[in-house]
């Protein structure tokens, strides 16, 4: 097992063109990390830098305390399992499993050895004779993960190892790499740009935006305290709802997100430190898992919305409705299943304002408040 560190990392391509921008990243021994990000943000750059399969331009990287910048991959004892499992479709499992230590001049009986503990420990004991060509997606992923894991890496270096299974085996194979992770207790890093993968499986998620880390941190303490919009957006679906507004003080003293539709009090545990608003123009957040249909706490705000669409998803309603007249926003609101409503019906919804954000318009960084705890 082994410690990775990147210390002001860079990738420039010869058009000038920056991959990855000044990284500084500590992951620890055994923690199973997270690459988060849309396409082309440099998340897979980052990684391939890691398995030594793309050049450094500048900063150091260091595996296991050992600056491995300029060591050969095959040098580095990680193991990478990539989107498109590169299988040689020839060899049965057993052969591709083994074909690393074979090539790496390692004892019949070792290889042997080490196949059949990796395949009991995938489920796969029973296909060890079959080809890539009569497993199925789910069967030959864990096979890639087979053949990573006989050659006892020190790190897992994943590049979207799911995004070719559907939905059903995406499931199954983020519980199999989790319950993995715990057997193995080897450091992975995942490079998705799935929300939900990135939710349930990392100890840590690193967000990814134009070549640069935006924010790290622990999955909910990320999702309930963004760094700005980008993150408040990309990190959730339906993503956070960011209503541009004003900080006024209304008739009572106290201050109000006001906008076309919209006048939400802020809480009196964020007054202080959202002080610095005060008259300002912001935007203002709030997740749509936070506004409900009935006011169950006095403390939550009732906001007028007109229903434009309501998405059934059995375990809840996705509503989206409209505020404002001059200026018409949409906004989310993630509901009981139990909620009704027709498309064109006003309803009266409720936001908690407590998990509020503000942002500035300009930069789409947040303004402070103290976190709210998280239970991960």
Not at 330 to 355: C, M, N, Q, W
Request: hydrophobic share 45%.
């Amino acid at each position: 097992m082994a410690s990775i560190e990147l210390e002001h990392v860079s990738k420039l391509y010869a058009n000038g063109a920056y991959g990855v921008r000044d990284v500084d990243l500590n992951i620890a021994d055994g923690e199973f990390v997270i690459f988060l990000g849309p396409s082309g943000c440099g998340k897979s750059t980052t990684l391939r830098m890691i398995a030594g399969l793309e050049s450094i331009t500048s900063g150091d990287l260091r595996i296991g305390g050992r600056s491995v910048t300029n060591v050969a991959p095959r040098d580095r004892n990680v193991a990478v399992v990539f989107q498109s499992y590169a299988l040689y479709p020839h060899m049965t499992v057993r052969e591709n499993m083994g074909f690393g230590l074979k090539m790496r001049g390692a004892a019949r009986e070792t290889i042997e050895a080490k196949i059949q503990d990796a395949a009991a420990l995938l489920g796969l004991s029973t296909y060890l004779d079959r080809k890539p060509a009569a497993l199925s997606g789910g069967q030959r992923q864990r096979v890639a993960l087979g053949r990573a894991i006989v050659r006892e890496p020190n790190a897992f270096l994943l590049d979207e190892p799911l995004s070719n299974l559907d939905a059903q085996l995406r499931a199954e194979m983020r519980l199999e790499l989790v319950k993995l992770h715990r057997r193995l207790g080897r450091t992975i890093i995942h490079v998705t740009h799935d929300q939900v993968e990135a939710m349930t499986m990392g100890d840590r998620i690193c967000i990814m935006r134009d070549g640069r880390m935006v924010q790290v941190g622990r999955p909910l303490e990320v999702y309930a305290n963004p760094a700005d919009t980008f993150v408040a957006k990309f990190l959730a679906t339906p993503p956070m709802n960011l209503i541009p507004a004003r900080i006024e003080n209304g008739a009572d003293g106290q201050p109000a997100a006001v906008a076309d539709g919209l006048r939400v009090k802020l809480p009196q545990q964020h007054l202080a430190p959202y002080a610095v608003t005060a008259g300002k123009d912001v935007l203002f957040g709030i997740r749509p898992e936070d506004i409900y249909e009935t006011q169950a706490n006095p403390a939550w705000q009732p906001i007028e919305v007109t229903v434009v669409a309501i998405e059934a998803l059995g375990v809840e309603n996705v509503v989206v409705g409209q505020i404002g007249l001059s200026q018409p926003l949409e906004i989310s609101a993630r509901l009981s299943r139990h909620f009704t409503a027709a498309v064109g019906a006003k309803v009266t919804l409720y936001i908690d304002s407590l998990p509020m954000h503000l942002f500035d318009p300009a930069s789409g960084a947040v303004f402070a408040r103290p976190p709210l705890v998280t239970s991960r």
